[in-house]
């Protein structure tokens, strides 16, 4: 078992290094269901700023500590609460940090512990490696049955990672959820194991070099997702009436 130290907080969050690998970061959430609000986006970034300033750091693994959540998408009671411009601030915001994930300038490897709903199924789309834990939690994207259409940024980071159109019609039109086995079948995640950190873990020790030329890795993946980017920075919100609604 991998065992860590240099502990960083961030709210909720924490960060670490591998006392075996000092090139391997973890970033653990600590906030239950570990809702986005303006809040813990704040924590995200501080979280990953501070990953960013380790010279030596070359592979950043993700996970949650709840033994049911890993994360379920927007606060949406928060999101009710506050003022239209505050809203459309927070939006912009959570899509930019999936620009963010997705362009992140080493391998990142995310172990899904439990359930992956809404925007943390968006969230863990932007990872390069995904590991779910094969028998807990669903990874779902619900919003055909909360009736909040998706916007473009939302969309387009789901269509650059699940490539097959059947799949993809029956992840969004049909907000089907899909157990750690099935997910891992229809490679949405690339395994899943009864211990998910461990896995990622194993993958970051596997890949971690190839972030040691951090210029050229977060290169490549400008590269590859430049479009995605592209649309989530720009912040529209295209056809999501129910969230222009509240703007």
């Known amino acids: 078992m991998t065992k860590w130290t240099q502990k960083k907080e961030f709210g909720n969050f924490y ?28 924590h995200w970034n501080d979280a990953l700023d501070y990953v960013e ?28 609460s506050v003022e239209r411009p505050v809203f459309a601030g927070f939006i912009k915001g959570f899509q930019t940090l999936l620009a963010r994930l997705l ?32 028998d807990r939690g669903f990874f779902c994207l619900p919003e055909i049955d909360i009736h909040i259409p998706l916007t473009p940024g939302m969309d387009i980071i789901l269509q650059s990672k699940i490539t097959n159109k059947i799949l993809y019609r029956d992840v969004v039109l049909l ?18 194991e009864k211990d998910e950190l461990s896995k990622a873990v194993e993958i970051a020790e596997k890949v971690f070099s190839k972030g040691k030329d951090r210029h050229t890795y977060g290169a490549l993946k400008r590269e590859m997702f430049r479009n995605q980017t592209t649309v989530l920075r720009a912040g529209e919100f295209g056809e999501s009436n129910k969230i222009q609604s509240k703007l």
């Open 103 to 134: 362009v992140f300038p080493m391998p990142t490897v995310v172990a899904i512990n439990g359930h992956a709903f809404a925007g943390g199924a968006m969230c863990a789309m932007a990872f390069d490696f995904r590991v779910m834990k094969e």
């Open 15 to 42: 960060v670490e290094q591998s006392e075996d690998n000092s090139s391997i970061c973890l970033l653990t959430l600590n906030d239950n269901e570990n809702k986005f609000n303006n809040v813990n986006l704040k």
């Open 175 to 192: 907000g089907k959820r899909f157990g750690g086995k099935e997910a891992a079948k229809l490679q949405l995640v690339d395994f899943a």
């Open 53 to 80: 300033s380790i010279e030596d750091v070359s592979c950043l693994v993700v996970t949650a500590t709840s033994p049911k959540f890993f994360s379920t998408g927007l606060d949406l009671d928060w999101v009710m």
